[in-house]
């Protein structure tokens, strides 16, 4: 089992930058594929981008390649997501997560979740 937290959330202006950071404890954090999710007001949770358990492999949803990279130190158990260019389209709760898989872009694949983060940007 492992537990995650997320950190770096917060209220920006359009076009700025946000690193968010979900820090792991539990069982050995290369072992879990990663990934970003996120959720704004009325709308489902939907898939942001993820990572492979060596970091070798990413996928990025449309709306958010180019501007978002993820990352992630296994030394130091933490994936991360870096957001450029921020809009306000992506205002959303941002939740990190951790599936048994290799990596995936699907939320039902995911074991467990943090408790999110909120970003909010403004126009």
């Known amino acids: 089992q492992v537990q995650l937290v997320e950190s770096g959330g917060g209220l920006v202006q359009a076009g700025d930058s946000l690193r968010l950071s979900c820090a792991a404890s539990g069982r050995t954090f290369s072992s879990y594929g990663m990934g970003w999710f996120r959720q704004a007001p009325g709308k489902e949770r939907e898939f942001v981008t993820a990572?492979?358990?060596?970091?070798?492999?990413?996928s990025y949803a449309d709306s958010v390649e180019g501007r978002f990279t993820i990352s992630r130190d296994n030394a130091k158990n933490t994936v991360y997501l870096q957001m450029n260019s921020l809009k306000p389209e992506d205002t959303a709760v941002y939740y990190c997560a951790a599936t048994n898989s290799y990596y995936s872009t699907r939320s039902r694949t995911y074991d467990y979740w943090g408790q999110g983060t909120q970003v909010t940007v403004s126009s």
């Open positions: 990572i492979s358990k060596t970091g070798g492999a990413t």
